[in-house]
């Protein structure tokens, strides 16, 4: 399976890493590409897009075209995984906390809203043990840097796990949204899952 990481910045080579690792583990066939242009995109089974800044992800894939390709690809039914920004990213709707209205260019294909740096000052970066019942009892420690919060979901969204009483993460028809960085922690578990609703 070929797994395209869109890679213009923030995490993309990690999630990389974490794919490489995966496929040691379980003897799966995967093989990632970091996407930069549409045509990258050609032939991908899946994508994921990494932890970073939303805004910039957005404005530099929207200059080169790819935001569009990407979308359309989303639309018709690309599974894909979206860790932190790439989670703001993937939803219809997006506010900061802070600022409010970000009018900042979306893939806009999960019925989700999100907050960014939801979680404010005081807890701008920590690590906290989640619990994630679709992956298994053991906790997953999540990771969050700056991170957004899910604050509504609607359609057939799915609540994956929660902190504070919001959702940190949610899914809908093979599309993951991820508050915090599973690929920062070496636990394979979220990929898995990820890759699991790909192979289908
Ligand atoms: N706060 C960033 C944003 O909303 C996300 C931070 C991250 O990806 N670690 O774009």
Redesign the pocket.
Known sequence: MKIGIIALQ??FYEHHYMLRKLAGETGWSIEPVFVRKPSDLRGVDAVII????????GVVARRLGLLEELRDLLASGLPAMG????A?LLAKSVR?RVVGETKQPLLAVMDIEVV??YFGRQRESFEVDLRIPAIGGKPFRGVF????AITRLWGRTQKLAELDGVAVAAEEDGKLALAF?PELTGDTRLHRYFMERVKR
């Open positions: 923030g995490g990494p932890g970073g800044e939303s805004t910039t992800i860790t932190c920004a790439g703001a900061d960014r740096n840097i700056r991170a957004p960085h």
